[in-house]
């Protein structure tokens, strides 16, 4: 069983070594594998009736990932690439994350598989390996999902600086409550924006020698390139900014947490034109409501939902029928009763 998370602040930082505040959340992918002595692994889902035939003796080869369909087979063909499973049998995928929402669901899904064909290890390194499924499978990503799906903890958010792999929990006050809201259009990381900012980035980089995380301002001057500046000055901010929530919450400080928000929303529409009009428009609406602290696009960005820091009530769920979801901090994956998946006698 693995969560979803949601991305208190810290946005496309985690592929530039900078920081980010995720909380993993009580929305989960679970994986139900019965081994068995076949050499292939059916996978069935419940929002697909067809079966996906992922063989496992030999695994798929890296050029065939790319044929499995849909894309949620194509994670799975890859994670048992890299998993490389001693056993076929079946496999059952159900899940509360909405995919193409930003809420991390195809972390969930690499995470889940990843435990239930018995792949061991310490956070980070199942983290790392979900990133890579996930590249093979067509989608280059930041380690933040998987990570955060690892290693998440009941009612803490998780301040990890991706230079040094290090994180902690930063507990959120009591009397604060998030709720996730989607802007109603999906996407996918792939097809949208997503791969065309991290192309700048890595631009920006190059050009600076040194990783964005660790810019300081002074540092945009000597970008010739007046869109690669807009792109680097909202990672060195959100930087600055994943410090000022994770302290404001800790001490308390709601206000402050949600001014720190709203600026992260701003730098991300605005320096890293990553957010959508429909998106715009839900935050002002939600930032102008009475009881609500902070709101912010959430994820990749170019659509999915939007993370609200409220009063306890303040949101009223209602009024954004099927899209509005209360959300809660929780623990990370657990690979249920048996470690390690064991065939039949
Ligand atoms: C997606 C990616 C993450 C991260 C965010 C943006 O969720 O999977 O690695 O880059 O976008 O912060």
New binding site residues.
């Given amino acids: 069983v693995a969560p979803g998370r949601v ?1 208190l602040i ?6 530039n070594d900078g920081l ?1 505040l995720p909380v993993a959340i009580d929305l989960r992918t679970s994986v139900r594998f019965e081994p068995s002595r076949s050499p292939t692994l059916h996978l069935t889902t419940a929002i697909d009736d067809a079966p996906a035939r992922i063989p496992v003796r030999p695994v798929p080869a890296p050029a065939a990932i790319a044929a499995f369909t849909p894309a949620w087979a194509r994670m799975a063909a890859a994670m048992v690439m890299i998993a490389r499973p001693a056993f076929g049998g079946s496999a059952r995928i159900t899940s509360t994350v909405a995919p193409g929402a ?1 809420l ?1 669901s195809s ?1 969930a899904l690499c995470v889940a598989l990843a435990l239930a064909l018995g792949v061991a290890g310490d956070p980070l390194a199942i983290a790392e390996l979900c990133r890579l499924a996930e590249a093979a499978a067509g989608s280059e ?5 998987p990570l955060t799906s690892m290693a998440g903890r009941s009612g803490a958010a998780l301040l990890i600086d991706f230079g040094t792999r290090a994180w902690e929990p930063v507990a959120l006050p009591a009397g604060a409550e998030l709720v996730v809201v989607h802007s109603g259009v999906a996407r996918t ?1 792939a097809g949208s924006g ?1 791969p065309a900012r991290r192309a700048e980035c890595e631009a920006a980089t190059r050009a600076l020698g040194i990783p964005l995380g660790r810019a300081a301002l002074s540092d945009l001057v000597s970008l010739g390139d007046p869109v690669l500046r807009r792109r680097v000055r909202h990672v060195v901010t959100e930087c600055v900014r994943v410090r000022t929530m994770a302290a404001a919450l800790e001490a308390g400080d709601l206000t402050r947490a949600g001014e720190a928000m709203a600026e992260s929303h701003r730098s991300l529409a605005e320096d890293f034109e990553a957010s959508t009009p429909e998106v715009d428009d839900l935050v002002r609406v939600l930032a102008a409501t009475p009881g609500v602290h902070g709101a912010r696009l959430t ?3 170019f659509g999915g939902c939007v993370v609200v820091l409220a009063d306890p009530g303040a949101v009223d769920l209602d009024r954004w029928p099927g899209r509005a979801t209360r959300v809660v901090p929780s623990p990370g994956a657990s690979a249920g009763p048996a470690d390690r998946p064991a065939p039949p006698d």
């Avoid at 990503?141 to 999902?145: A, H, K, Q, R």
Wanted: no cysteine.
């Fill in positions: 991305n810290g946005e496309h930082t985690d592929y980010a930003g991390a972390a990503v930041g380690l933040m999902d990381l997503y994820g990749g960005g």
